[in-house]
């Protein structure tokens, strides 16, 4: 009974408390830093390199929904997702399974 007990606090335990280990021991960078630090590459059909685009100011800019142009939003929404992105969750049984098959 007590070996039960011990294995499911463990399986429990164990994660969180290293979750706050990791919170505690690594920075989270804010979501300001994560978009001014990404790089653009522009590659050839064949893969090869063309270009590295590293501005100094940062390669992206942060907006809001309502500056995107609806038909933009519709564009990369078909383009995430054949199906109904919209009404589909992001997150389901299958796409877990699939994922952790691959």
Known sequence: MYSLVGTAASIVLLPLLLLGIGCCC??????????????????????????????????????????IPIHV????LAAEDGRSTRT????????????STS
């Open 26 to 67: 690594f920075p989270i960078p804010s979501t300001d830093d994560a978009v001014q630090n990404q790089i653009a590459t522009v590659s050839y059909a064949d893969g090869g390199q063309l270009a590295r685009l590293v501005p100094e100011q940062g390669n992206r800019i942060k907006v809001g929904m309502d500056a």
């Open 73 to 76: 939003r519709e564009a990369v």
């Open 88 to 99: 589909r969750a992001s997150t389901s049984p299958a796409s877990c399974a699939r994922w």
